[in-house]
Every structure is written in structure tokens, then in C-alpha cells.
């Protein structure tokens, strides 16, 4: 089993950033591939970015050019840059695990981290 705990979320001005991580604990022999989604209130949730398991990276549109995602498999911990925030990149910040391989079919989610972007 997998656990992951996000942090570094906050409330920042338009302009300002933010570094998300998301620590990872447990064993997993299903890769390391991981995403960002997020959830905005009454919306649902959505992709963010994701980095898989041979470093290759995408990218909502909404976050290109602005956002990047990292990973140190040595500290099993994933990041997501995010600079020139925007109002509409409030939300809540979700990593979760990308399985791949055989019998690798569970996927697990962090608790998430409140991002709030005011203009």
C-alpha cells in the first residue's frame, strides 16, 4: 500500500507561486509514474499534470508554459512547480499514483492541499 501526503499550498496574490510536494510512503512495485489533478468548489476534478515512469512529462493546457512537475525517486517525492498563478488555478491539489505493469490496478490518492490565488 501507498501513502501520499501533499503540502505546500497556500494563499498567494495573481503572479505569486507556489511549490506543491507529495511524499510517498509504502511499497509499490507498479512504477513510479504520478499525476496532479486538481478540484475547484462545484467543479469536477481535473488534470493537472502528470510525469510517468521514464520522466516524460504533460501538461493541462490551462498550465503550460506555466506550471512544471518533478520528480526525486530517491526521496519518492513529487513536485509541481506552479508560477504566474491565476484566481482560476484556486483549488484543491490532488496527487495520486499512475500503476503500471502486471496485476497493477489500484490507485491511490493523496488528501490534497488548498492552492487559493486572489486578484
Known amino acids: 500500500q501507498v501513502h501520499l501526503v501533499e503540502s505546500g499550498g497556500g494563499s498567494v496574490q495573481a503572479g505569486g507561486s507556489l511549490r506543491l510536494s507529495c511524499a510517498a510512503s509504502?511499497?509499490?512495485?507498479?512504477?513510479?509514474?504520478m499525476s496532479w489533478y486538481r478540484q475547484a468548489p462545484g467543479k469536477e476534478r481535473e488534470f493537472v499534470s502528470a510525469?510517468?515512469?521514464?520522466?516524460?512529462?504533460s501538461y493541462a493546457d490551462s498550465v503550460k508554459g506555466r506550471f512544471t512537475i518533478s520528480q526525486d525517486n530517491m526521496k519518492r517525492t513529487l513536485y509541481l512547480q506552479m508560477n504566474s498563478l491565476k484566481p482560476e488555478d484556486t483549488a484543491m491539489y490532488y496527487c495520486?499514483?499512475?500503476?503500471?505493469?502486471?496485476?497493477?490496478?489500484?490507485?491511490?490518492w493523496g488528501q490534497g492541499t488548498q492552492v487559493t490565488v486572489s486578484s
Open positions: 510525469i510517468d515512469s521514464n520522466g516524460r512529462r
Open positions: 509504502g511499497y509499490t512495485h507498479c512504477g513510479t509514474g
Open positions: 495520486k499514483t499512475d500503476p503500471t505493469g502486471w496485476g497493477c490496478s489500484v490507485v491511490y
